[in-house]
């Protein structure tokens, strides 16, 4: 037997003794991995730093804190989310128990890559782990500190049999998709998103996709630029550009190309100084091999801020490429790095029309005073997710479904929506074995009398607590009416 076999094996095994059932049991792991990221801060700050020469204190920001979150309002909103949720019946089950009972799904497999090593790999753990489930872990063999790290500790604070990590590289990772899961859950490009598909489909497994792609960002020549630029700086060139949701490249009209150009060369030295290579906030790209890619990607373009690069040191500067074309290099494909290129449209419709021509990203920016754009924005384009007049937020709110759509991704996850897309939401009817009368209309012989009562039963949707509501109301008017006539007649 493998040891790719003899892990699933034992984290199956152990999820059949049925412990990851109860809840205090989950909470229990939770509290575990929640001790490992404050305890451990500084190994997973040390194994970001070597990784993507990222500064402490935003690994805290950008790895832990989100995890930090996500595992609080997991603990405590547990008992609600893994409750039966009772649902609107119609006539026909008005006196039975119709509800959807949240269950475990089995063993699920975890996928990470590298650009927040932490932060994705454990995010979506903290689901598996609150829906009652156990994971195999596997994070990106190219952050290769913090795949060491979290091996060698995570498993000091959760139980390992249930939650064991698998490191390697991506033949370790094919032969893990060989085994069977009962989810899968990926992070990482679309090319690699569609053979873990392929290999889920061997077993019908079902997977969630969290994938990249080109995230537009229009700027509206109306807008506070400096604001807009501040904000779109930020998100561009945190993490060295190397950010799912960064936006790709920017949508503006001509008239405002040059301003914005100033306006983000402005923010980047005030954010990372004139010299961002010696400066401590500013990292590194992971590797000489994605160092290439994006050196090839800025061929053909013009410079306007930024450009220069040190390969020993996998460093480019932040970059503004202007006068960029829809067939320049850089357009080619998901960037992720530190370029962002600007390309002129003479409109809103012409921006709209572009982003529609290309696959579905996971955000459509867009910066405006105007509510009306915003809507029109939303409403004409489809995207993960829409965000106006910020970056990157939208992935602090835990209520809001983070995820891709098309070729950006499938499935979500974050606070109760990681619970949910890692749960079998089961349906459950449970009748009482009396009122057989009622069933008669469904029985032979079929008439047309029995079809109009199935009709009237079947589609009148009853919302119970609306109903309950009614009968409130009518007691306590009845009531009411009552003592009314009582003091009256007394008088
Ligand atoms: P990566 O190289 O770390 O790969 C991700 C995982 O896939 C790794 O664990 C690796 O072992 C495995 N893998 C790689 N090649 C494989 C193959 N041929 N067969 C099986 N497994 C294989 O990460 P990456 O793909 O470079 O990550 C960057 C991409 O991920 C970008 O497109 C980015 O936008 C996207 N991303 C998306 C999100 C999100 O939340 N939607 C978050 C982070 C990154």
Same mark, same amino acid.
């Given at each position: 037997m493998s040891r790719d076999q003899l892990v699933v094996q034992r984290a199956r095994k152990s999820f059949q003794t049925g412990n990851t059932r109860h809840l205090e049991y989950r909470i229990h792991q939770l509290e575990g991995l929640h001790r490992?990221?404050?305890?451990?801060? !500084?190994?997973?700050? &040390?194994?970001?730093?070597?990784?993507?020469?990222?500064?402490?204190?935003?690994?805290? %920001?950008?790895?832990? @804190?989100?995890?930090?979150?996500?595992?609080?309002?997991?603990?405590?909103?547990?008992?609600?989310?893994?409750?039966?949720?009772?649902?609107?019946?119609?006539?026909l089950t008005l006196l039975d128990e119709v509800y959807i009972q949240p269950e475990p799904l089995g063993v699920v497999l975890i996928i990470g890559a590298w650009n927040y090593p932490w932060? #994705?790999? $454990?995010?979506?753990l903290v689901g598996a782990i609150a829906a009652g489930n156990a994971a195999v872990i596997k994070p990106s063999e190219v952050s290769s500190h913090s795949a060491k790290v979290m091996e060698e500790l995570l498993p000091l604070y959760l139980d390992k049999d249930l939650y064991p990590v698998v490191t390697g590289g991506v033949s370790e990772t094919q032969e893990l998709l060989k085994q069977r899961f009962d989810h899968i859950f990926?992070?990482?490009?679309?090319?690699?998103?569609?053979?873990?598909m392929e290999a889920a489909a *061997?077993?019908?497994?079902?997977?969630?996709?969290?994938?990249?792609?080109?995230?537009? =960002?229009?700027?509206?020549?109306?807008?506070?630029?400096?604001?807009?630029?501040?904000? #779109?700086?930020?998100?561009?060139?945190?993490?060295?550009?190397?950010? =799912?949701?960064?936006?790709?490249?920017?949508?503006?009209?001509?008239?405002?190309? &040059?301003?914005?150009?100033?306006?983000?060369?402005?923010?980047?030295?005030?954010?990372?100084?004139?010299?961002?290579?010696?400066?401590?906030?500013?990292?590194?790209?992971?590797?000489q091999r994605h160092f290439k890619r994006l050196m090839a990607l800025m061929e053909g373009s013009t410079v306007a801020v930024g450009g220069d690069s040190d390969e020993t040191q996998c460093y480019i500067a932040p970059t503004v490429l202007k006068d960029v074309t829809e067939t320049s290099k850089v357009m080619k494909e998901e960037i992720f790095g530190p370029l962002l290129p600007i390309i002129t449209v003479s409109n809103v419709?012409?921006?709209?029309?572009? #982003?529609?021509? *290309?696959?579905?990203? $996971?955000?459509?920016?867009?910066?405006?005073?105007?509510?009306?754009?915003?809507?029109?924005?939303?409403?004409?384009?489809?995207?993960?997710? %829409?965000?106006?007049?910020?970056?990157?937020?939208?992935?602090?709110?835990?209520?809001?479904?983070?995820?891709?759509?098309?070729?950006?991704?499938?499935?979500?996850?974050?606070?109760?929506?990681?619970?949910?897309q890692l749960s079998h939401l089961?349906?459950? %009817?449970? !009748?009482? @074995?009396?009122?057989?009368?009622?069933?008669?209309?469904?029985?032979?012989?079929?008439?047309?009398?029995?079809?109009?009562?199935?009709?009237f039963f079947l589609l009148k949707q009853v919302n119970v607590c609306r109903l309950r509501r009614m009968v409130l109301l009518a007691i306590f008017t009845g009531l009411a009416a009552f003592l009314v006539q009582s003091f009256l007649r007394r008088r």
């Open positions: 490992f990221i404050t305890e451990r801060q !500084k190994d997973i700050a &040390d194994a970001v730093k070597r990784d993507l020469g990222r500064s402490e204190n935003a690994v805290d %920001l950008f790895e832990t @804190l989100g995890l930090e979150g996500d595992i609080k309002l997991a603990i405590e909103k547990l008992a609600e989310w893994a409750a039966p949720r009772p649902v609107e019946k119609n006539l932060a #994705i790999t $454990l995010q979506p990926y992070t990482g490009n679309s090319t690699v998103g569609k053979l873990v *061997r077993h019908l497994t079902p997977v969630t996709l969290e994938l990249g792609g080109k995230s537009p =960002c229009y700027i509206d020549k109306n807008c506070d630029l400096t604001i807009a630029c501040r904000r #779109i700086t930020w998100g561009k060139f945190v993490n060295c550009g190397q950010t =799912c949701i960064a936006p790709d490249y920017i949508l503006c009209e001509p008239s405002i190309q &040059d301003r914005v150009v100033e306006e983000i060369k402005k923010c980047i030295k005030e954010f990372y100084t004139d010299n961002p290579k010696t400066f401590e906030d500013y990292g590194r790209i992971i590797n419709d012409e921006a709209i029309q572009f #982003i529609n021509e *290309r696959e579905k990203p $996971l955000v459509v920016y867009v910066f405006t005073h105007d509510n009306k754009l915003i809507r029109r924005v939303r409403a004409e384009t489809s995207s993960g997710a %829409l965000l106006a007049n910020d970056c990157l937020v939208h992935f602090t709110v835990s209520a809001l479904p983070f995820g891709g759509v098309g070729n950006s991704g499938m499935g979500c996850y974050h606070g109760k929506h990681g619970f949910d089961r349906s459950c %009817l449970i !009748k009482q @074995l009396n009122k057989e009368g009622v069933n008669s209309m469904r029985y032979p012989p079929h008439t047309a009398k029995k079809l109009g009562w199935a009709r």
